[in-house]
């Protein structure tokens, strides 16, 4: 059975908004009881995709919109995140080596590794002629 948690919101791409979407990914999951560690995890790769949006596909425009859209899907939940930024498929992007990551003293880039291990699946929807669809799925924990 699905059901809308939170129905395409609309966010503005700034970074104080981060907070603002982390907000909102927590109490919708909150409604649905889900347990705070899914909750972080949610939140996390949430911000991880969004501030990927800001800084790289929207180039810090702080005027461009990012929708949130949460679903309860029974056993799982999943966030819908939709921007209208040029098309770009995160699943495209490898892991890096972390030994090299960590000798270069990198200090971004992990974002789709990260969200990779928060989230239980992570599909790319295309959009039409402009902008992205990436959705994070979470199979629940038993215990609350």
Do not use: W
Not at 16 to 21: A, D, S
Not at 116 to 127: G, K, Q, S, W
């Amino acid at each position: 059975m699905e059901k809308f948690l939170v129905k395409r919101e609309k966010f503005i791409s700034k970074k104080i908004n981060l907070e603002k979407i982390r907000e909102c990914v927590g109490k919708a999951l909150e409604k649905k009881s889900v347990h705070e560690d899914d909750i972080y995890r949610m939140q996390l790769a949430t911000d991880e995709a969004c501030s990927n949006i800001i800084m790289h596909n929207y180039d810090e425009d702080t005027n461009r919109p990012i929708f949130i859209s949460i679903k309860d899907l029974g056993d799982k939940v999943s966030i819908l995140i939709e921007d209208e930024g040029d098309k770009f498929n995160p699943l495209d992007i490898t892991d890096p080596n972390l030994d090299q990551y960590i000798e270069k003293y990198k200090k971004n880039g992990l974002g789709v590794y990260l969200m990779r291990r928060l989230v239980d699946e992570i599909r790319y929807h295309t959009a039409a002629e402009q902008g992205n669809k990436i959705e994070l799925i979470k199979y629940l924990s038993k215990s609350k």
